[in-house]
């Protein structure tokens, strides 16, 4: 059986490509030396695949920063303030993912959502009333070429015209379907192009499929695909869909003139109902994903093999295929020598996952299959009994009970107790949490991890950096403080190496925008806390002020969803032992003199399932819960803070309003402040510090700017309700603009202040 991969990472084993990109952000290399490093890890990622005997090998997969900003460039989807910059070529691409400052002008960066059910974020194209559509890039062309000269027919990726219309953003009068001709021909002209090289297939990514889908919709998809396909003439043409089914689309899919369809298997609930109901055409080949593309654990070889030969009855031409790119998990088990043995034979990364694929398709074509060596190796793995179990832990969860998810009183006898407290300012200023992870930081952290200092060696430079933030606040006029967060890494690892369950790696990084790369931690088992984990950095830093600090800590659904979940217990299990965890944290942290605790949420929305009907039993029914579950304990007094970020949280705002958190804060400067119209509509309770400007981005917003951002603020939010912080944490960011832009934020508060006083 043939096999294909949707897409590969694109960093680099050791995150090659974020090094080299940051460089040339900092001029220290030129575009050559950048372009180059990005050619020698194109040959490699096609090389692995040619090696394991892939048969369908992805090009374009590749990208400096964003797939989606790939494509806007590509169209010609360029907002006029970046052409007003007069920058060229990635400099200009550069200023659209990043935001721009300098001689040439000042623009902020394009918006970045979550895509999907991922922690992967994509930059959001924006069209407006002049925007002309057509195809002026070259770069999936010169990729294609690349892969050529070294003996590799590969299918190109292009995110499809529809998923790239219904994601964007439209800055004027007209919408989507006044786009819908001009799209239709640059696609056109794109796969006409392809046609003439010579190219096989061509993939269109189409996760857009798996959302709901009305029938203006359909009638987007029909139209785009019928104007696109009347070029097609030699060349093949692949519709790929993944993180989900494509049940209000599957019959017209089938219907049109394509010549292969991608289907999730894993995530797409429906996929086998689907096919099972309304057949497959014979004439088409079927994708099938179902080696996942979004967790670590090895694929179950008995199981797997027995839905391919139930497929194989359907669709006679069937290619066995990723769920969806492996962009979602690391590159290779090569480079993680500590694990133990019993832990690294459950996992396959990327590359394990292309065995995955090869020794599939070679044993699903073997009648006698169940007698080969690699599948009984494989049923080993999966009748062996779980490490790490915790019969307490689980006696826990079983004895939860409703009061354990309420707190009283109520939230507005909290307010009035919580602000004779505190006795805070109007529009009282904070940050949400870390401070610049400087070189020296990152040192000391090196420094212990390698065994180069002891604990005592390492605390003792972490509360030097605490004691220097907490000064550089207060000079800076801050109202609620934050420690720095210098003794930890990544806001889940760093609670995942401090729970019991837990399974760590070295170098299994995954990209989340850009540059940014996480190493997620692994749920290998029962998840227990064993001792305080942020109390005395927390109770340090308040002894140095008399402004309140605020205990930082991560919440349940985001250490879940930022983490490799287990599959053979639910998601709610897991958040719950996750969320008894926290609360034990919270209530030490209380107990310490901790008057203002921040549980993040991060990627609260993150898991909710893509389609509307999912969202309560599968989800919002036990997220909400066990946020809860976190603060429910602590006194009215004690103010409990959490934060969201890069997610459209219109439509659950209601459902944040029930997390009954004190105060709540909002990424919302790359989204344009568009969640204050909802906030206001939906009577939103719970005070809020909508961000009031975006800290993925290296320019620094003027005193003016802020103002401007704090008034919108102020004509939907109640000035008694709302706080002013940035849209998230500032580790990423350098020393100077940090200070800079804090000093900006707090200038614009109190000028705002006063006008309202």
């Not at 993912?97 to 959502?113: C, F, V």
Request: proline letters at 3%.
């Amino acid at each position: 059986m043939k096999s294909a991969v949707v897409g590969f990472p694109r960093v680099g084993k050791l995150r090659e490509l974020k090094f080299a990109s940051e460089k040339y952000f900092k001029k220290e290399i030129g575009k050559e030396e950048l372009l180059a490093v990005s050619r020698e890890l194109r040959k490699e990622h096609w090389n692995f695949q040619k090696r394991a005997g892939i048969d369908f090998i992805s090009s374009n997969d590749f990208s400096y920063y964003d797939g989606m900003l790939d494509t806007a460039v590509l169209m010609n989807v360029m907002p006029e303030k970046y052409r007003k910059l007069k920058l060229k070529g990635m400099d200009i691409y550069f200023a659209m993912a990043r935001g721009y400052q300098g001689e040439a002008g000042d623009a902020q960066a394009l918006a970045m959502k979550k895509w999907f059910n991922t922690n992967y974020h994509y930059m959001v194209p924006e069209f407006e009333d002049n925007t002309v559509v057509r195809l002026t890039g070259d770069k999936p062309f010169k990729e294609y070429e690349e892969a050529k000269k070294e003996g590799l027919e590969t299918k190109p990726v292009i995110i499809g015209a529809y998923t790239f219309l219904r994601l964007s953003r439209f800055n004027g009068i007209k919408r989507a379907e006044d786009f819908i001709s001009d799209v239709a021909k640059a696609y056109a002209s794109l796969l006409r192009r392809f046609d003439k090289m010579g190219a096989k297939w061509l993939q269109f990514d189409e996760p857009a499929l798996v959302m709901d889908m009305n029938k203006e919709d359909i009638f987007l998809l029909k139209i785009l695909y019928s104007k696109i396909l009347e070029e097609k003439k030699e060349i093949k043409v692949l519709l790929q869909t993944y993180f989900g089914d494509v049940r209000d689309c599957y019959e017209d899919l089938i219907a049109m003139d394509f010549d292969g369809i991608g289907i999730d298997f894993l995530e797409g609930r429906r996929s086998y109902e689907l096919i099972g109901k309304y057949g497959f055409p014979k004439e088409k080949v079927l994708f099938a994903g179902l080696i996942n593309g979004k967790n670590i654990w090895k694929c179950n070889y008995e199981k797997t093999l027995k839905k391919l030969n139930e497929l194989k009855n359907y669709a006679p031409q069937l290619v066995l295929s990723t769920s969806c790119s492996l962009l979602h998990v690391p590159y290779t088990l090569e480079n993680e020598t500590e694990l133990k043995e019993e832990e690294k034979q459950s996992f396959a990364f990327a590359l394990e996952k292309l065995q995955e694929l090869r020794n599939l398709s070679i044993l699903i074509e073997n009648d006698n299959f169940t007698k080969e060596t690699v599948y009984e190796e494989n049923c080993k793995i999966f009748k062996k009994e779980r490490l790490y179990q915790n019969r307490q832990v689980k006696e826990q969860v079983a004895a939860l009970q409703n009061s354990d998810f309420i707190r009283k009183p109520e939230r507005k006898e909290r307010e009035r107790i919580q602000k004779e407290e505190f006795g805070l300012p109007l529009l009282p200023t904070t940050t949400i949490g870390s401070f610049p992870q400087t070189q020296e930081v990152k040192r000391n952290r090196s420094s212990y991890k390698n065994g180069e200092i002891d604990k005592k060696a390492y605390d003792e430079k972490v509360f030097a950096f605490i004691k220097d933030c907490i000064n550089e606040q207060e000079e800076i006029g801050l109202d609620v403080l934050v420690h720095g967060e210098y003794e930890r890494n990544d806001m889940v690892e760093f609670f995942g190496e401090n729970l019991e369950g837990y399974v760590f790696t070295k170098r299994a990084w995954v990209q989340s925008y850009g540059t940014r790369c996480v190493k997620p931690p692994i749920i290998f088992g029962d998840v227990k806390r064993v001792k305080p984990i942020t109390v005395k950095y927390s109770v340090y830093a308040q002894g140095l002020t008399d402004k309140p600090v605020k205990g930082m800590l991560t919440g349940p659904v985001t250490i879940l969803n930022w983490s490799f979940p287990r599959e053979d217990i639910s998601l709610e299990q897991m958040a719950y032992q996750i969320g008894i965890a926290i609360r034990e944290e919270v209530l030490d942290l209380e107990k310490a003199g901790i008057r203002i605790i921040q549980i993040d949420e991060a990627a609260l929305k993150e898991k909710l399932p893509i389609r509307r009907s999912d969202w309560y039993k599968e989800y919002l029914d036990w997220a909400i819960p066990a946020f809860r579950l976190c603060h429910s304990g602590v006194k009215p007094e004690t103010q409990i803070h959490t934060h969201m970020c890069y997610s459209e949280f219109d439509e659950i705002i209601e459902d944040i309003d029930h997390m009954d958190a004190d105060v709540i804060s909002f990424e919302a400067s790359r989204s344009k402040l568009t969640i204050l119209d909802v906030l206001k509509e939906k009577n939103f309770e719970t005070e809020v510090g909508p961000g009031v400007y975006d800290i993925h981005s290296p320019r620094v917003p003027s005193v003016e700017e802020i103002e401007e951002a704090l008034s919108k603020m102020l004509s939907r939010i109640d000035k008694n309700k709302l706080w002013v912080n940035p849209d998230c944490g500032l580790k990423t960011r350098g020393t100077t603009e940090t200070i800079s832009s804090l000093r900006n934020l707090t200038a614009a508060a109190k000028a705002v202040r006063n006008r309202l006083k």
